[in-house]
């Protein structure tokens, strides 16, 4: 979404910041779809794919807001505004809580072939 003309000012280096960002959350979002569809079929890896999924969701997520500050998000973030104020904090919200899941049930196993 930082990569449209206009969501962020002017001011922010999309070279960088934009791109690591737009490749992250696009590589964080095919892991969901795969570990959704793993689930789903109950695959052998599946809990795999779901720690893949929220380890790299959640570096992302850190790594936005960090990179983001560093490059004066804050103040220049224009319409991305409201994903950064309600979004960021509701999927880290997220991340969390599926990680606390799969804490917690760490030692239990997938029934598979029933």
Known sequence: MTLVPGVVGAGIP???FAQIQAYGDFIAM???LLA????HYRVKYALLAVWVFVIFGLTDQ????YAGSKVGME???QSLWFVVLYGLPFYLLIHILILILLWQNRSKTFQLND
């Open 36 to 39: 959704f569809t793993l689930l």
């Open 75 to 77: 103040i220049q973030a």
């Open 30 to 32: 095919l892991l969901a």
């Open 62 to 65: 850190l790594h936005s807001l």
């Open 14 to 16: 999309d070279s960088q």
